[in-house]
């Protein structure tokens, strides 16, 4: 068979490189994926992190009497938020945090002036 003169080997060599090839485009797209995935995550955490360390800062600011709005800046990020009331005694704390100038996240606290904390919050995205 090595002597026909249809040939053997070259459809043989061509088939095995042409699966290594599919092979290595698929891992590598697998690869891309999970990079990208990975990226998103820490994006997420981070955009979580930012609205919890700001709703502990701002619970700290009203506990000594600072009822404005304002900003936090961070490493990677800005957080702004604006303070107006909610009902007697609650005040609503809304938050926007923007990381890496990606979209921002909205968040809402509710601060209660007679406990002097913050008795609920949640994010609207």
């Known amino acids: ?9 070259y ?3 061509l088939a095995v490189l042409l699966a290594i090839s599919v092979t290595l485009a698929a891992a590598s797209e697998l690869l891309l994926i999970e990079s990208r995935m990975a990226k998103e995550t ?16 701002i619970e700290k600011s009203m506990q000594e ?21 909610a009902t007697p005694g609650v005040l609503k704390i809304t938050i926007s945090v923007r990381v890496d100038g990606g979209i ?3 968040g809402y ?11 609920k919050w949640m994010e609207k995205n």
Do not use: C, W
Not at 42 to 57: A, D, G, N, R, T
Not at 67 to 82: D, K, M, N, Q
Not at 109 to 118: A, E, N, P, Q, V
């Open 42 to 57: 820490e994006s997420i955490m981070l955009q979580e992190y930012y609205m919890v360390s700001s709703l502990k800062k």
């Open 104 to 106: 921002p996240v909205e």
């Open 65 to 85: 009497g600072v009822l404005a709005g304002g900003s936090h800046s961070y490493r990677r990020g800005v957080a702004a938020y604006s303070v107006s009331p």
């Open 109 to 119: 606290g509710y601060y209660d002036s007679t406990l002097k904390r913050m008795v």
């Open 11 to 13: 459809p043989l060599t």
């Open 1 to 9: 068979m090595a002597n026909s003169k249809g040939g053997f080997t």
